[in-house]
């Protein structure tokens, strides 16, 4: 078999739309490395083996006819744990579903195979998206190829994890307050939280219904314009925005300088997290790259962002309260009997759920209680509404706001597990774009002692992801970072 480098989309979609490798070789390519590599990271939960090679052989079949079997062609594709493939389990992390089989495909995923993309198996997460770490998993952690004593991110950590020990090249996760961009930062990769609404989330298991999204990880900002062709409207979910979808690829060569682009830079408010001095330095230094291209920096305030972090918490808590009571040991997933149909339910959630998610459901269903509402749940979409306006004035004055994505580096795996606020600040430089449903990406700008990557997030007005794509890929090809491996890797 030649040897194949699972590192480019679009090199291995040129390479099999030509005929120059046949998807069945680099489908077989990434399921060997699956199965050298997962044990270490667990980034993979199941290999849909058989199906990928299914696909990959009617890729080939269809090129061999004449036709162009698409623009993600062999391509092999990674899905986070609650993206519905049909017939193929979808567990969210979570032992309440571990044996769900999904009926149905998500719009996302059916677009991906329509391209030509292999599916090859699904990816390790936080119970139903809620952590920053991977750690919350009825699948156990994933271990963080750069260094497999720490996290990966989370909660997308499995896809992170996947696309940095190059098993594929483009992995899907979702993001509802950071869980695509902050792996994406711990893990040298670039990752994209599109517009809310951009991507259908029809066949994502609703966490936050009001901050979900879908999000792609990938090395670089290239290859994540590739991928984000499967955006658009779609008549199954109402909340997908009917804007036309930009030809993102080729948009990415309309624009080879930053000259006349303005960058907001934040005060230094971490939003009590503790902005490590490594990151601080890299980010800083990522700064005045982008001024050397040409970009203008200009100081920026988001008078409200203090309050990110305990708003977003508070609202995808009360949402999930309300999404997850589904799970009742009736319907779907895991059931467990009782004397009365009150017992049934409560010794199946508490089997099924995690601790996590369980502290979270109180914290939401307190949060929605009557003669709470108001005060708690009413307080925090009134703050929600300031951040916005917070960001509408900044973008008068820049057309984009960069951060730190995370204030550290991968921690060690089990440093943060017993102190659930001591994780959720490490959230305050990515949810306030969930909040405001803007665009924001994460690039490698840099590492800290120990060979740990750092991103820079940009975050641009909504539906501007064609500036975002553009700024990276400018940055990505004057710089190297994105192009460092782990040391597994070489
Ligand atoms: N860490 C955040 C949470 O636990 C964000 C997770 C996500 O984006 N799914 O809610």
Redesign the pocket.
């Known amino acids: 078999m030649p040897h194949i480098d699972l590192r480019s989309a679009a090199a291995i979609a040129g390479a099999v739309r030509s005929g120059a490798l046949c998807a069945t070789d680099v489908v077989a390519t990434a399921l060997a490395t699956v199965e050298r590599r997962n044990r270490h990271e667990n980034a993979l939960v199941e290999t849909f083996a058989a199906s990928a090679m299914a696909t990959a052989e009617r890729v080939d079949a269809a090129r061999r006819r004449g036709e162009d079997p698409g623009p993600l062609a062999g391509v092999p594709i990674a899905i986070k744990d609650n993206l519905l493939l049909r017939g193929h389990i979808a567990a969210c992390g979570s032992r309440m579903l571990a044996d769900f089989r999904a009926p149905y495909t998500a719009t996302v995923v059916q677009r991906l195979l329509d391209r030509g993309a292999v599916v090859i198996g699904r990816t390790n997460?936080?119970e139903f998206?809620?952590?920053?770490s991977t750690e919350h998993s009825a699948y156990g952690p994933t271990r963080n190829p750069w260094d497999r004593s720490r996290v990966p991110g989370?909660?997308?950590g499995g896809a992170a994890a996947a696309v940095a020990g190059e098993l594929c090249p483009i992995a899907f996760g979702?993001?509802?307050?950071?869980?695509?961009r902050?792996p994406a930062s711990m893990c040298n990769l670039t990752g994209l939280k599109p517009t809310y609404g951009r991507m259908s989330r029809y066949g994502l298991v609703a966490?936050?219904s009001s901050?979900?999204c879908i999000g792609v990880l990938a090395h670089d900002a290239a290859d994540l314009a590739l991928a984000l062709g499967v955006a658009g409207p779609d008549g199954r979910d109402t909340t997908a925005l009917d804007a036309p979808v930009p030809a993102y690829v080729a948009e990415l060569a309309n624009r080879t300088e930053l000259k006349g682009l303005r960058i907001g830079v934040l005060d230094d408010d971490d939003g009590g997290a503790g902005l490590d001095a490594a990151v601080k330095a890299a980010t800083t230094t990522a700064l005045q790259t982008l001024e050397a291209l040409g970009a203008r920096l200009v100081p920026c305030v988001l008078p409200h962002v203090r309050h990110a972090v305990s708003t977003?918490?508070l609202l995808?808590a009360a949402e999930a309260s309300s999404n997850l009571a589904r799970y009742d040991g009736v319907r779907f997933g895991l059931s467990r009997k009782g004397r009365t149909i009150d017992e049934s339910y409560a010794n199946s959630r508490s089997d099924g759920f995690g601790a996590?998610v369980q502290l979270?459901i109180l914290l939401g269903t307190h949060a929605l209680q009557h003669g709470y509402h108001d005060e708690l749940y009413g307080q925090a979409t009134r703050v929600r509404q300031l951040l916005r306006r917070d960001f509408d004035a900044a973008f008068a004055h820049c057309d984009l706001i960069a951060s730190p994505t995370s204030p550290l580096p991968a921690f060690a795996i089990g440093s943060k597990i017993d102190d659930p606020v001591a994780?959720?600040r490490?959230?305050a430089m990515?949810?306030p774009a969930?909040l405001a449903g803007l665009p924001a990406l994460s690039m490698p700008c840099g590492f800290a002692k120990g060979n740990l990557p750092i991103g820079l997030q940009l975050t641009a007005p909504a539906l501007a992801e064609v500036l975002l794509l553009q700024v990276a890929n400018v940055y990505q090809q004057r710089t190297d970072w994105h192009r460092q491996r782990p040391e597994e890797c070489t």
Request: with cysteine; glycine share 16%.
């Open positions: 997460m936080d998206g809620m952590g920053s989370g909660s997308s979702s993001d509802t307050g950071g869980s695509v902050q966490y936050a901050l979900d977003y918490y995808a996590e979270r994780m959720y490490c959230d990515t949810v969930s």
